[in-house]
């Protein structure tokens, strides 16, 4: 049986086990998994995974439910918290809620689990307006998340609130199973003037196949201010597909930073949806790779109201036999004049047989905006090498340097001290380097 298959017949056993027809999610999700068998798995054959293929993963037999659960302590898993600051805590250790190793709050902000908010009443009304609304119905992969959206993380900052501490959601696989499919589905939701910041990790703790088939839902309304950041540097195992999708209101601020360190097979799809003026958005990954790692970044800007910005920044380095893609794409509707929309996309390739496939795009149907593209693919500057190596830094700190002065300004709009000097430690190490960074 195939993977399509297996995960077809295994849905009718987990509508039988999660079964309420009355539960607005119900119809959502029979939806779903009949979009997911018209379309299946996308192949290359479709231009958005031109480059990105998942044939290898299909034929691994996964596991769609653990079939046990297990206990972590925390002393095991502290290096994969940003646990230098205090925050809201949400584990998951294979795609179950553990409940010792978080910290929940419903103190003026909700920050729960998505399974209680998809079957307890009082978030019936939320669920109502928010659940699938930004999330693609036609997109095969997300489809299947919504098809088996159980768990993952539900966030709610009402009005003018701002939660004490930032939150942290952690996905660990154990490796208890021999494969394993995860499926997480987050919902994020920032009201009025409300501000919020999360950092977002998937780990795996052995050498066992995993699969991440991520969705998250991030509402940013009016005058909102979110800040997201996706740590991806699991073993070489693991494999992630993420969907984002985000829709923001008139004056709202939401930055996404993505650092790709690590992982077999990376599939990052994040969609920007301007539903108002003023807003801002911006889009900042710094990717680091190595050995047969493949990291695929598509981003979608869509500028549907006048007055609005969007910023996109990407660096890549790529070494060994490892693959990048970039492919950015900027709509500007006739209405949304006055857009000011930047994207660049820069590659360092460190290795002969490295690989980056990039395509910036721009579809604008205005006449009174400033809109820029660029991508450039290249080696290290030699002359800034020989004058680094004539001051007497050895060669190998010297590239580091450079490498690391080439990804470093995607670093500062990071808006977490803490997380800037890991991120920067990560980076350090991923270089094979100590160079006297602030570590």
């Known amino acids: 049986m195939d993977l399509k298959d297996k995960l077809l017949s295994s849905f009718l056993a987990f509508e039988n086990n999660n079964l309420d027809l009355n539960s607005p999610v119900h119809e959502v999700r029979s939806e779903a998994i009949k979009n997911f068998e018209n379309k299946g798995f996308p192949s290359k054959k479709e231009e958005a995974w031109k480059y990105t293929s998942l044939n290898s993963i299909q ?3 996964f596991s769609i439910f653990p079939k046990q659960e297990t206990a972590l302590e925390y002393k095991d898993i502290k290096k994969y918290f ?8 949400i584990v998951f250790i294979d795609g179950v809620y553990s409940s010792y190793l978080s910290e929940t709050t419903h103190d003026g902000v909700d920050v729960c689990l998505m399974s209680a908010a998809l079957t307890k009443p009082q978030y019936r ?4 307006v928010y659940f699938n609304k930004v999330a693609s119905k036609d997109e095969s992969l997300t489809s299947l998340n919504t098809a088996f959206s159980k768990e993952g993380a539900y966030i709610y900052i009402p009005k003018n ?3 004490k501490k930032p939150v942290q959601i952690l996905h660990l696989a154990t490796g208890n199973e021999a494969a394993l499919l995860l499926q997480p589905r987050n919902l994020i939701i920032a009201e009025e003037n409300a501000e919020l910041q999360v950092i977002e990790r998937h780990q795996s703790l052995t050498g066992n196949e995993v699969l991440t088939n991520s969705v998250t839902e991030i509402f940013a309304a009016k005058d909102a201010i979110v800040d997201y950041y996706k740590v991806q540097n699991d073993v070489s195992t693991a494999s992630l597909i993420d969907n984002t999708y985000i829709s923001q209101k008139g004056n709202s601020v939401v930055r996404v930073h993505t650092f790709s360190f690590g992982g077999k097979l990376t599939r990052n799809n994040l969609n920007f949806y301007q539903n108002g003026e003023r807003i801002d958005s911006t889009l ?5 790779l190595g050995e047969k790692q493949h990291v695929d970044h598509h981003t979608l800007v869509h500028h549907a ?3 609005c910005e969007s910023h996109q920044d990407y660096k890549g380095i790529f070494g060994e036999q490892s693959t990048g893609v970039f492919n950015g794409k900027i709509i500007v509707d006739k209405i949304a004049q006055k857009t000011n929309a930047f994207q660049q996309n820069n590659n360092v390739l460190i290795s002969d047989r490295a690989t980056v496939n990039t395509k910036p795009q721009l579809e604008i149907f205005a006449d009174d905006v400033r809109c820029s593209h660029g991508c450039t693919v290249g080696q290290l500057d030699q002359e800034a090498l020989f004058y680094l190596q004539s001051r007497g830094i050895p060669k190998k700190e010297a590239q ?3 490498m690391y002065a080439f990804a470093n300004n995607v670093l500062e709009s990071v808006r977490i001290p803490e997380l800037k000097t ?5 980076i350090a190490k991923k270089l094979g380097v100590t160079v006297g960074f602030d570590l």
């Not at 890991?422 to 990560?426: F, G, H, P, S, V």
């Open 125 to 128: 009304q939320v669920i109502d």
């Open 161 to 163: 609130k701002m939660p």
């Open 82 to 89: 940003v646990h230098e600051i205090d925050t809201y805590k």
């Open 305 to 307: 109201q006048p007055n």
């Open 59 to 61: 034929k691994v037999d």
């Open 284 to 288: 900042k990954g710094v990717t680091i």
């Open 400 to 402: 580091a340097l450079l």
């Open 422 to 426: 890991r991120i920067n430690a990560l």
